[in-house]
């Protein structure tokens, strides 16, 4: 039978709850078990695809969720697909085409029951194949949104058995500044009743907080004090799942479920606790790092710099290889624009200033027209300094159209998407491209290429690597009556598809490291096992060549 995880939160909301949920995936996924998860948003959305490109997550099968699903994949070394991101959208639709078919013959369609029905058919379908999977129940749980949800769990646990259903609630321990009271425990138990007002009796109370949880900060938040265990500050993501071993949840959950009743595979068992060795060895990497590297990341972000969770988990992930603690530093690219420099000087200073003090600048995906100008500005910089570049899908495009025009001489070099009558169309459009494709490394890469010997170290140091696999979303592509006449000024195309239509890959051969993707590599990278785009990048930035990681690698081992 197929043991079932709820994590569920009050107000607040954030990365903090997934970061919960995929960190107690991974300790279950040490015991040799199945493990799966998956998110839940009581939202009308099918999917993510039309939320900001910060905020989604691009899967394997093409589907797009939301950036939690990322934090899943990463700590399971795992992929996932789209019936592991489920929204309320999904299940009004799947009951309107029913509706629309007949099959509910003729009578009225109820949200609580035939709509919990469809709720419950979607959580089994997520948990498919595994021994236990994880649920993250993505909004606060007062809201009307939820409360349908939380009747869909309660049933389920009826359906399926209290001993195969266990809850984690995750509140927040307030602590107000120049205060006579050290911390207010009233909005956490507060919480925890309305959790139970609802129906759902939490099994343990996860409560962030900065300092010690006394028995009487923990009597104040639940009747039950032993269910509350604290969340301390970590230094980082990584050592989550240790907390949380630290504090016994791992035995809790084993006993709550009876997970000790499932048949284990000895030889995962072993592969598993690998796993997992690997992962103390990240953190004992990041522990022994004293030197720092600092990286510009140029993008659209409304002044939510929570955006692109996924581009910075690749750079910590690269950093920490590296030896590196990672120093992010996040530029509205409207604030490098000439108009900044007229209506606001001191923010287009401030942002000039953290431009040219990086070690490296990253330009990440993004869509409308603001801010181009800015990113163009902030790519012609690396290029012309010689600091190392790393553009992806926006950052591809704008970079190669910054070359057009700066190197080239075509002063009006655009996208189709920006600007239709422009004389040059230095990209136009493309059908849709979705999922993990192909990308060819072609044969000019072969001698000098850092990307492509990079993807050859990862896979094998002594292999000629020549096709990879990566996950792409994009909707433009290099117009190829262009290539040629960027070739010849220096911009080297060194990866295509399969059919050499779409150019995927370009580098600067006399330069650090500038080079750009059309395609995600973000979404690939591991703690253990970093995307070599993203390597290859935060080794230039750090000053570190090829070879020396490879002597690294060598003496690791």
């Not at 000039?352 to 100008?373: C, M, R």
Request: charged residues 25%; aromatic residues 10%; negative net charge.
């Amino acid at each position: 039978m197929t043991k079932y995880i709820f994590f569920t939160y009050g107000i607040i909301a954030g990365y903090q709850k997934g970061l919960l949920a995929a960190s107690t995936a991974l300790l279950l996924k040490s015991l040799g078990l199945k493990v799966t998860a998956a998110r839940i948003d009581p939202f009308i959305q099918l999917d993510g695809r039309n939320l900001d490109p910060g905020y989604n997550y691009l899967l394997e099968d093409g589907g797009i969720a939301v950036e939690e699903l990322g934090n899943y994949e990463r700590f399971l070394d795992t992929n996932l697909d789209i019936s592991q991101y489920i929204t309320s959208g999904q299940v009004f639709n799947g009951l309107v085409e029913k509706e629309r078919a007949g099959e509910f013959l003729g009578r009225s369609v109820l949200l609580v029951g035939d709509g919990t029905d469809k709720m419950q058919e979607f959580i089994e379908k997520a948990a498919i194949g595994s021994d236990i999977c994880v649920f993250e129940l993505g909004a606060e749980i007062d809201l009307p949104d939820t409360q349908t949800w939380l009747e869909a769990i309660d049933e389920f646990q009826d359906k399926v058995g209290v001993e195969n259903v266990a809850f984690v609630h995750v509140v927040p321990l307030l602590a107000l500044p120049n205060s006579s009271v050290a911390t207010i425990t009233k909005p956490a138990f507060d919480s925890h009743r309305s959790l139970i007002t609802n129906g759902t009796t939490p099994d343990l109370i996860a409560c962030i907080c900065s300092g010690e949880l006394t028995e009487a900060i923990r009597e104040k938040i639940c009747f039950e004090p032993t269910k509350v265990i604290p969340i301390y500050a970590v230094p980082t993501s990584y050592h989550l799942p240790f907390l949380l071993e630290r504090e016994n949840v791992l035995e809790f959950l084993t006993k709550r479920l009876r997970l000790d009743l499932i048949d284990i595979d000895p030889k995962q068992l072993i592969i598993e606790n690998e796993s997992l060795g690997k992962w103390k060895n990240v953190i004992q990497d990041y522990n022994n790092a004293t030197k720092f590297v600092t990286i510009a990341i140029i993008g659209k972000f409304k002044n939510q710099q929570d955006l692109h969770h996924s581009i910075s988990q690749a750079l910590e992930h690269a950093s920490i290889a590296c030896g590196r603690k990672l120093i992010l530093k996040w530029i509205e690219a409207t604030h490098l624009e000439p108009q900044s420099e007229i209506n606001t000087p001191h923010q287009y200073r401030e942002a000039l200033d953290t431009l040219f003090s990086a070690n490296g600048i990253l330009v990440p995906d993004g869509f409308a027209h603001y801010g181009i100008d800015g990113i163009l500005l902030a790519a012609k910089s690396a290029r012309e300094r010689e600091i190392p570049f790393l553009g992806i899908s926006l950052g591809f495009l704008a970079s190669v159209m910054e070359f057009a025009r700066n190197v080239c001489g075509l002063t009006d070099a655009n996208s189709e998407e920006l600007d239709k009558t422009t004389t040059h169309k230095v990209f136009i459009k493309d059908n849709e491209v979705l999922g993990r494709h192909h990308t060819n490394f072609l044969d000019v890469s072969e001698c000098w290429s850092k990307i492509r010997r990079l993807y050859e170290i990862s896979n094998n140091p002594q292999s000629d690597i020549k096709i990879i696999s990566e996950r792409h979303h994009h909707r433009y592509k290099l117009n190829i009556e262009y290539l040629q006449f960027l070739e010849d000024a220096g911009l080297i195309f060194v990866g295509s598809n399969e059919t050499a239509e779409r150019m995927e890959i370009f580098e600067l051969k006399d330069h650090p490291f500038y080079a750009g993707t059309q395609f995600h590599p973000e979404y690939k990278s591991r703690p253990f096992n970093p995307s070599p785009v993203f390597l290859g990048f935060v080794l230039a930035s750090s000053g570190l060549s090829i070879q020396w990681y490879m002597e690294k690698q060598s003496r690791s081992k």
